[in-house]
């Protein structure tokens, strides 16, 4: 630890430079994580705050909900048997303010549950993102489809579905607006895959994520970002360690001379790693919390403790793994051969 410290002071400027770089690459990781939780929060909050169970479409509806139709028969036998059990049907839509200005949403509606907003005929709850565009309880709202009006009855926080503020609506009022006799989807809280219908798909909350469109797509490209930049902070570990340990070749040789143990080296390095990593990622970690409170509004991110913990985690392995690897020379030295290489 000691003389791991001595060095760092000794090449302050070397040592500054991959803190540095650590620290900017570390920093784009958890602002690009937070913007994945973010746009994942925009664009399926309906379904992600939802607790863990299996969603249930037709089979010929080939993984789109828009295209399922739950059979009535089919719905009342699984309501019966299944006490928690709720079907509901959602589609993009708009409504019309007081002021004759359309809104898209997306209309939901759903049999009576504990789970989703239960609404009367002619009620509407909307998601609170609508609230900050003028939108108040106790104003009237209306549709093209619809012949009667709506009555904004409350606001609800985190219910948005692709993209798209939710608009609870009454079933009978939604059967009018899209001439729907049937549900689109079941949905059983803590079921497990095991649980199966006739003529129904059984869906995991993560495997139906995928079927909303652009959501995989936009998760996906995200999540790859996040690899590679975790990847290339293990590269610049290895590669800045690779470089310190050629230029040491001599001075590693002179103390494997004196008996120093190779296993203490390697310490000495991945003690450097450590206060070089841990430095960078506090760092980086305390500024992506502090955007997270400043973030405007209006922009989808959302950077949660749990998941800078977890990046960290990630970026010490990796920066131990890189460190590691380019330490294997350190084994190869022999301390005669080191020390002439040194003088030459």
Request: aromatic letters at 10%; hydrophobic letters at 45%; glycine letters at 6%.
């Amino acid at each position: 630890m000691n003389i791991a410290w001595k060095e760092i002071r000794k090449n302050k400027v070397r040592f500054m430079i991959l803190g540095s770089i650590i620290f900017l690459v570390s920093l784009l990781t958890f602002i690009i994580s937070g913007l994945a939780n973010g746009l994942s929060q925009d664009n399926a909050a309906l379904i992600n705050n939802l607790p863990n169970g299996q969603f249930y479409m037709t089979k010929d509806a080939e993984g789109s909900y828009n295209l399922s139709r739950i059979d009535q028969s089919i719905q009342h036998r699984v309501l019966s048997e299944q006490k928690n059990a709720v079907a509901f049907s959602m589609q993009m839509g708009f409504i019309i303010d007081d002021a004759n200005k359309q809104r898209s949403v997306t209309f939901f509606t759903s049999t009576h549950s504990n789970i989703f907003e239960n609404v009367k005929k002619g009620e509407i709850i909307l998601d609170s993102s609508l609230k900050n565009e003028g939108i108040r309880i106790g104003d009237t709202l209306t549709n093209n489809q619809f012949r009667g009006k709506f009555i904004v009855k409350a606001f609800v926080n985190q219910k948005k579905f692709s993209h798209a503020p939710v608009a609870f609506i009454n079933m009978d009022d939604y059967k009018e607006i899209f001439g729907a006799k049937d549900m689109q989807l079941l949905y059983i809280p803590g079921a497990d895959s095991d649980q199966k219908f006739a003529g129904l798909q059984t869906l995991s909350k993560k495997r139906f994520l995928n079927t909303i469109p652009s959501y995989k797509a936009e998760q996906m490209s995200l999540s790859m970002i996040v690899l590679f930049l975790v990847v290339i902070s293990g590269l610049l570990f290895a590669i800045f360690f690779y470089m310190m340990n050629v230029q040491k070749i001599g001075l590693y040789g002179i103390l494997k001379a004196i008996g120093l143990k190779t296993s203490t080296l390697f310490k000495m390095m991945w003690t450097q790693m450590i206060i070089i990593t841990f430095i960078a990622l506090a760092l980086s970690a305390v500024l992506s919390q502090v955007f997270n409170l400043i973030a405007p509004e209006g922009m989808p991110f959302h950077l949660t403790t749990e998941t800078t913990i977890l990046l960290s985690l990630v970026f010490i392995v990796i920066g131990f793994l890189g460190a590691t690897l380019s330490g294997f020379q350190i084994k190869k030295i022999e301390p005669m051969q080191a020390i002439q290489q040194g003088e030459m």
